[in-house]
């Protein structure tokens, strides 16, 4: 699929952040999705809700991960991408409309909380700001010797079709789809035998499953030298899973997501946010080198998602 991306990327011309958020960060949540849509269908908001923040939290921290693997230097140093700041600027703007939801008067219109509109709404909006902020950039990152540019390495592959990496590339993202009805199904079945609570499934069971296609990926990318469509990759996937609870929403029929939530669930909301703005310093600050040759902001993401899990685990 890392493959498929990049060369779609190439040939159609939209560049390597924006296919990475887009097309390939999407495509790898389809499991994910899947998995909230069916707990929150089932009644089980908690279930639903963490699934999306804790895969957040997970996806954030593969990034990190991905950092260890380019030895050259710090990974949001090489990957410097204006459209990727723009877009982790909308996803925190996109995880604190839940806290607003959670906050407000639980009013729904047809079932549904009105942030769960806003939610989509914003979603649309930031793909628009994406492309125009790849398209015409109002400003540039500096440029070193460890700066990687989007440039096709095939001169040829802009002028091929991207048709036939597109439709391969929708055949795997169904796959990765139905998995996630099975993992659904494999959680409910969890839940009830172990008599684990739903947020700690969620957040580190399903969530953690779910992105396993997104740490491939990002990894498989970094190993391309696609540095762009790694960065692009976890932060659009993210922006993309934020959108699982405007769906669970829809799913959640016993009234407002929102307001069925507990403080497990906002405590993975509010790690995601921090994990968020801590990759989005260090993308403007882009340490050169660090500690084991990456950035402050990968140390900090490994520290804080470690300490969300261990709470979690003795909390749970």
């Given at each position: 699929m890392t493959a498929l991306a990049d060369q779609i990327a190439d040939r159609a011309g939209w560049g390597e952040a924006l296919v990475g958020g887009l097309v390939l960060?999407?495509?790898?949540?389809?499991?994910?999705?899947?998995?909230?849509?069916?707990?929150?269908?089932?009644?089980?908001?908690?279930?639903?809700?963490?699934?999306?923040?804790?895969?957040?939290?997970?996806?954030t921290v593969f990034l990190?991960?991905?950092?260890?693997?380019?030895?050259?230097?710090?990974?949001?140093?090489?990957?410097?991408?204006p459209a990727n700041l723009i877009q982790g600027v909308l996803l925190m703007t996109l995880l604190t409309l839940p806290l607003v939801g959670y906050a407000a008067p639980p009013i729904t219109i047809l079932g549904l909380h009105p942030?769960?509109?806003?939610?989509?709404?914003?979603?649309?909006?930031?793909?628009?700001?994406?492309?125009?902020?790849?398209?015409?950039?109002?400003?540039r990152p500096v440029q070193t010797d460890e700066t990687r540019e989007d440039t096709p390495e095939d001169p040829e592959e802009a002028e091929r079709s991207p048709v036939r990496p597109a439709i391969i590339f929708a055949g795997l993202a169904l796959v990765?789809?139905?998995?996630?009805?099975?993992?659904?199904?494999?959680?409910?079945?969890?839940?009830?035998?172990?008599?684990?609570?739903?947020?700690?499934?969620?957040?580190?069971?399903?969530?953690?499953l779910t992105s396993l296609p997104e740490l491939v990926t990002t990894l498989?990318?970094?190993?391309?030298?696609?540095?762009?469509?790694?960065?692009?990759?976890?932060?659009?996937?993210?922006?993309?899973?934020?959108?699982?609870?405007?769906?669970?929403?829809?799913?959640?029929?016993?009234?407002?997501?929102y307001h069925a939530?507990?403080?497990?669930?906002?405590?993975w909301l509010a790690t995601g946010l921090l994990m968020t703005a801590i990759l989005l310093a260090g993308q403007i600050r882009r340490q050169r080198d660090g500690p084991a040759g990456i950035g402050f902001e990968s140390v900090a993401l490994l520290a804080v998602y470690g300490t969300?899990?261990?709470?979690?685990?003795?909390s749970g």
């Open positions: 960060g999407a495509a790898t949540s389809l499991s994910g999705l899947v998995v909230s849509v069916t707990g929150a269908a089932s009644g089980d908001a908690s279930l639903a809700f963490s699934n999306g923040v804790g895969g957040i939290a997970a996806q990190a991960l991905a950092d260890l693997g380019h030895r050259r230097a710090n990974l949001e140093h090489a990957a410097a991408e942030i769960t509109a806003v939610m989509i709404g914003m979603y649309v909006y930031g793909l628009r700001v994406t492309r125009e902020v790849r398209e015409a950039p109002m400003w990765l789809a139905l998995s996630g009805w099975v993992i659904a199904q494999s959680a409910g079945v969890l839940i009830q035998r172990s008599g684990l609570s739903s947020s700690l499934v969620g957040a580190l069971v399903t969530a953690v498989a990318a970094v190993r391309r030298g696609a540095l762009q469509l790694a960065v692009g990759g976890v932060i659009g996937g993210n922006m993309f899973d934020t959108l699982f609870l405007a769906a669970s929403d829809i799913a959640y029929r016993d009234g407002s997501l939530l507990g403080t497990e669930d906002l405590y969300a899990v261990t709470v979690q685990a003795l």
